[in-house]
């Protein structure tokens, strides 16, 4: 990885050269995608169940289709912890192994520099540089790309669903979300 390309809030080169070292994982990185498609299609589910109950069950006085209401809730939020669970395993896991394949190359790179490398550059600058570049490349996957993706995706499917239950106040709640 060039050295020019540090400094740059978001660089797309570099993250080229990152995806790179996904490919061995990419069965680890497609279950990811989809655990992230499938928290994005549950988020709305449980306002969407506390809706119907308020509006629905609640005023009929319908306590049976109210419980049912609350084990539904309760049965989305168990399935959403545990997607949320398998989702951070496996992008920890996919981090984990990225940085590990790269340590290892950047490892056989550094066996093979000259010694006057070594002479002009303290140890120091090179093993901090070194760690704090792994650290930044671990957080693209831990708590940077993914999470983003994960969290916009969210963010589009409970506008598609309110668009879907009430597009006119979905509208009015955007325009002056946006106005203000």
Request: hydrophobic fraction near 50%; aromatic fraction near 12%; charged fraction near 15%.
């Amino acid at each position: 990885m060039d050295s020019k390309n540090s400094g740059k809030a978001f660089d797309f080169n570099l993250l080229k050269q990152v995806m790179l070292y996904v490919k061995p994982y990419n069965s680890t990185f497609i279950v990811t995608v989809i655990l992230t498609l499938a928290l994005a299609l549950l988020s709305p589910l449980r306002p969407y169940i506390a809706q119907i109950a308020i509006d629905e069950y609640i005023p009929q006085g319908n306590k049976h289709s109210l419980i049912v209401c609350v084990i539904l809730m309760l049965g989305t939020a168990l399935i959403s912890s545990i997607l949320q669970f398998l989702y951070t395993n496996n992008t920890n896991f996919l981090g984990q192994q990225v940085i590990e394949d790269i340590r290892k190359k950047l490892f056989h790179r550094l066996l093979h520099f000259r010694t006057s490398f070594f002479d002009k550059t303290p140890i120091g600058v090179t093993v901090t540089r070194l760690i704090s570049d792994m650290e930044t490349i671990a957080d693209i996957f831990t708590d940077g790309l993914l999470l983003i993706i994960s969290d916009l995706l969210q963010l589009v499917a409970i506008i598609a669903f309110m668009f879907y239950v009430d597009w006119r106040l979905t509208l009015i709640s955007l325009i002056r979300y946006l106005c203000c």
